[in-house]
Nanobody, 121 residues
Framework: QVQLVESGGGLVQAGGSLRLSCAAS????????MGWYRQAPGKQRELVAD???????TYKDPVKGRFTMSRDYAKNTVYLQMNSLKPEDTAVYYC???????????????WGQGIQVTVSS
């Protein structure tokens, strides 16, 4: 089994910054990719940013230039630095990872429990 634990959320004023962390642990042979998603009340969960095994990142338009995703391979941890936060960034943020647990085994996607980010105006 693989566990993903997010941390770093909270309440911040518009224009402020937060840094989310997501640490993966458990039966990990390799991590193919990791991503950050968010779900606002009454809305569907949406991809915010993701990072490949090679370190390439992609961002959705609403967060480009404000959010930066990075990865610490040694710690199996990803980060999401969120700057210039806006009230519309308010959501529960989820981390996911596509993980291979052993050689010649298929990959599976795992999710964290989610963490609240609230941006006040």
């Amino acid at each position: 089994q693989v566990q993903l634990v997010e941390s770093g959320g909270g309440l911040v004023q518009a224009g402020g910054s937060l840094r989310l962390s997501c640490a993966a642990s458990g039966s990990i042979f390799s991590i193919i990719g990791m991503g950050w998603y968010r779900q606002a009340p009454g809305k569907q969960r949406e991809l915010v940013a993701d990072i490949s095994s090679g370190g390439s990142t992609t961002y959705k338009d609403p967060v480009k230039g404000r959010f930066t995703m990075s990865r610490d391979y040694a710690k199996n941890t990803v980060y999401l630095q969120m700057n210039s936060l806006k009230p519309e960034d308010t959501a529960v943020y989820y981390c996911n990872a596509r993980v291979v647990s052993a050689v010649d085994r298929p990959s599976y996607i795992y999710w964290g429990q989610g963490i609240q980010v609230t941006v006040s105006s």
